[in-house]
């Protein structure tokens, strides 16, 4: 069985939590440092950064723009905060917001827009400063699927605002969490604030579910039980529960009745800054694995017909390899693959402005949106591949690809 994914998670990782004196603010600076920005504070998750900051800025009832394709727990946000979502196309040649419709999206009520570095390609932020033309809006850098540093080039961050997400299927992983990094010392002081005053310490209830996430995420970095676990098919039951990534990788994401998790009003812990700061030290080596198999995955299926390969973006960190799959069935075609032993996934399958929770806040058309949650599927892509299994799995592709889906 080849996996889809898996945290670049090794003994060493482990062992660096028994680093004396290794704490959050270390790992906040690291973080900043690498993302080319001054200041960095660390959360529970990625959103709930999103959260804490729209509550420092105190926004209500503003318009803050996304593109329609993107996770759907950050509308959610805005939606809790008492604001107002906007969505707007994508591009289909990097799968990030369309500039264009973006322009158009621009009001007197806007006063932030979220640009996604979506699947790890790196969004134009400073042609969205500059359609934006307005200092009051937010720039916010949705870095959730990237490296830190990793789209920003030699200049560092570029928006107002960066955020980072650290779970098990983001390229950096500590257990959880997610970090907002800086170069406003207003905005900074506004969030530190703001989080000491309404994140919790964690409570020993979650400190040891923390604990047993780490060491099934550690013994499920083995191919040998992840592949049992593979195997038997779990899809109900405690190990399921606790790890997201035992389930079946065709379902997809499924969040148009998604909420705020329960703990993320907790704080980041010096547990997971060790785990962080053991995974910065070699995300070069990861970021470069990411790219040498990307290029390969392209050269290998380009000829392959009624399939698109992933764009070949500068600065992409490839955080998820997807390809297109045109007039084919995407649930079908990853339970073809599923049965030839290769797990792929369809990780956003769908348009936001579609989902329920969603609809009245469009304001359409999203064709490319709609397009692309249909026929994006990720191919398996993590650090332990090998040439030979990639061209395995582009065989395997060809095959499914020419039979009934």
């Not at 309404?198 to 995420?217: G, Q, V, Y």
């Amino acid at each position: 069985m080849i996996r889809k994914a898996r945290p670049d998670l090794d003994v060493l990782d482990i062992l660096s939590i028994l680093r004396p004196g290794a704490t959050r603010r270390e790992f906040e600076e690291a973080v900043a440092a690498r993302a080319g920005a001054q200041y960095g504070l660390a959360f529970s998750y990625g959103h709930a950064g999103f959260f804490a900051l729209l509550k420092a800025l105190n926004l209500t009832q503003a318009e803050i723009i996304f593109p329609a394709y993107t996770c759907a727990v950050m509308p959610e946000v805005v939606v809790t905060t008492g604001n107002i979502p906007v969505f707007v196309d994508i591009d289909l040649a990097d799968y990030n917001m369309d500039l264009n419709s973006l322009k158009s999206a621009i009001t007197t009520k806007t006063k932030a827009i979220v640009a996604t570095h979506m699947f790890g390609y790196p969004t134009n932020i400073d042609a969205v400063r500059e359609l934006a033309n307005n200092e009051q809006i937010v720039i916010v850098e949705d870095a959730a699927l990237t490296f830190p540093g990793s789209t920003s080039g030699s200049d560092g961050l570029r928006g107002d605002v960066g955020l980072f997400s650290f779970g098990p299927a983001k390229p950096l992983f500590t257990i959880r969490g997610g970090m907002i990094v800086t170069n406003n010392a207003e905005i900074r002081e506004k969030l530190r604030s703001y989080r000491d005053r309404e994140m919790n310490h964690l409570p020993p209830k979650e400190w040891a579910k923390r604990w047993a996430l780490l060491m099934i995420h550690y013994l499920l970095s083995k191919n040998s039980i992840y592949g049992l676990t593979w195997r038997l098919n779990l899809s109900k039951g405690t190990i399921h529960n606790l790890s997201p990534r035992l389930r079946p990788a065709e379902e997809g994401h499924q969040h148009s009745t998604s909420s705020l998790v329960g703990d993320y009003a907790t704080r980041y812990t010096n547990l997971q800054a060790r785990i962080g700061l053991a995974q910065l030290r070699k995300s070069d080596f990861i970021l470069s694995q990411r790219r040498a198999l990307a290029k390969l995955y392209g050269e290998i299926l380009r000829e392959i017909p009624g399939l698109t390969p992933a764009p070949t973006v500068e600065g992409a960190s490839y955080a998820l390899y997807t390809v297109r799959v045109k007039d084919r069935d995407a649930i079908c075609f990853c339970q073809q693959m599923r049965a030839r032993g290769i797990e792929t996934g369809r990780t956003f399958n769908y348009a936001l402005p579609n989902l329920e929770k969603y609809r009245s806040y469009a304001r359409g058309p999203y064709p490319y949106a709609e397009q692309t949650s249909q026929e994006v599927i990720n191919l398996p892509a993590h650090t332990d591949l090998t040439e030979k299994q990639i061209h395995y799995i582009a065989d395997n592709v060809r095959q499914v690809l020419q039979a009934s889906c």
